[in-house]
């Protein structure tokens, strides 16, 4: 049974600072991955979608790198701005061809101005 | 584009009563489901659906239904209101189960039953 794990469960950083992300996944057969943004009181939006044939993909100040293999993927966050406060939720498909996703428990980002 | 819609985004329900959460897409995905978020947890799968006609349960389906007349419109059903069903729901939708599958969210609804 796949499941996905997100450390760390929150984060504190000042304006300016680059961070990353950590998500991992114990069954290394998946199509994709993807990373979702959650803020507070909202639904999800999608940030980025990493084929499994993709070892990278690139949004803006977003970087997700995926290793299957390893069954890990981090979300690199550029210069993090105050707006970047959010939980960010990584997901991987079940595996059956319902294509349901298999959800983290997110991490909590806080950018402190 | 709209996107997935879901009605109403807060309720209040009494221990008891029903209610029914719609969702509708216009992006002619055949894939849909039913998502409920609780406190400090993952995402869990409620029920999906493949296309109109066409259910199964998920993972926590106990004290649900659905029903997929049509391929926009993709409702749960809560028929005897418990307060384990107070959670955030959302309502997802893809072109496809597989490969090269986006997922589309909603906004939730968030439903407290006392």
């Known amino acids: 049974k796949q499941e996905v794990t997100q450390i760390p469960a929150a984060l504190s950083v000042p304006e300016g600072e680059n961070l990353v992300l950590n998500c991992s996944f114990t069954?290394?057969?998946?199509?994709?991955l993807q990373w979702f943004r959650q803020d507070p009181g909202k639904g999800l939006t999608s940030l980025l979608l990493?084929?499994?044939?993709?070892r990278e993909q690139t949004s803006g100040r977003l970087n997700a790198s995926l290793d299957k293999s390893s069954g890990r993927s981090t979300l690199y966050i550029a210069a993090s701005q105050p707006g970047d406060s959010a939980t960010y939720l990584c997901?991987?498909?079940?595996?059956?061809?319902?294509?349901?996703?298999?959800f983290g428990k997110g991490t909590k980002l806080s950018v402190k101005p | 584009n709209a996107g997935v819609t879901q009605t109403p985004k807060f309720r209040i329900l009494k221990i008891g009563q029903s209610m029914t959460l719609q969702c509708t897409q216009d992006?002619?995905?055949?894939?849909m489901y039913w998502y409920r978020q609780d406190p400090g947890m993952g995402l869990k799968l409620i029920y999906y659906?493949?296309?109109?006609?066409?259910?199964d349960k998920g993972e926590v389906p106990n004290g649900y239904n659905v029903s997929r007349s049509t391929t926009e419109d993709f409702p749960l059903r809560l028929e005897l209101a418990a307060p384990s069903q107070t959670s955030v729901y959302f309502c997802?939708?893809?072109?496809?189960?597989?490969?090269?599958?986006?997922?589309?969210f909603g906004q939730g609804t968030r439903l407290t039953v006392v």
């Open positions: 992006m002619n995905h055949n894939y």
């Open positions: 997802a939708s893809s072109y496809s189960g597989t490969s090269n599958t986006e997922a589309f």
């Open positions: 990493i084929q499994s044939s993709q």
């Open positions: 997901a991987v498909p079940s595996g059956g061809s319902q294509g349901n996703l298999i």
């Open positions: 659906s493949v296309g109109a006609g066409i259910t």
């Open positions: 069954d290394s057969a998946i199509y994709n």
